[in-house]
């Protein structure tokens, strides 16, 4: 997951002008509500996913807030099963800015 959000930090992309719906309506553009927008592209599922990187226009959209809990779910889920606490390094970082090649 972190690669998926990795890919999809980019200048670009941010400055596609996206905002949220639902509960939280507030307009994009910060670090955190920048990554809670690629969380909830990924939630929706590859063909959305493959179509943000193929047309960056397709991310100016209104995104659902709650994309950010898929954050959570692998730790959460990992923890609950095994009981043991997550210690995982991803190889990439998904914080907004990260992908350094794409900003």
Same mark, same amino acid.
């Given at each position: ?7 999809? @930090? =980019? ?15 507030? @307009? ?9 927008? =690629?969380?909830?592209?990924? &939630? ?7 179509? &943000?990187? =193929? ?7 209104? *995104?659902? *807030?709650?994309?950010? @809990? ?14 043991? &606490? *997550? ?5 990439? @970082? ?8 794409? *900003?």
């Amino acid at each position: 997951m972190s690669e998926v959000l990795f890919n999809l @930090d =980019r200048r670009d992309l941010n400055e596609a002008g996206y905002s949220f719906s639902g509960a939280y309506e507030v @307009d994009g553009q910060g670090g955190d509500h920048f990554l809670f927008a =690629r969380c909830t592209v990924v &939630v929706s599922g590859s063909k959305v996913y493959n179509e &943000v990187l =193929r047309d960056p226009s397709t991310f100016a959209t209104a *995104w659902d *807030w709650c994309g950010q @809990d898929v954050l959570n779910v692998i730790e959460e889920a990992y923890e609950e099963v095994t009981g043991d &606490v *997550w210690e995982h390094d991803s190889p990439v @970082d998904y914080e907004t800015g990260s992908n350094t090649a794409a *900003w």
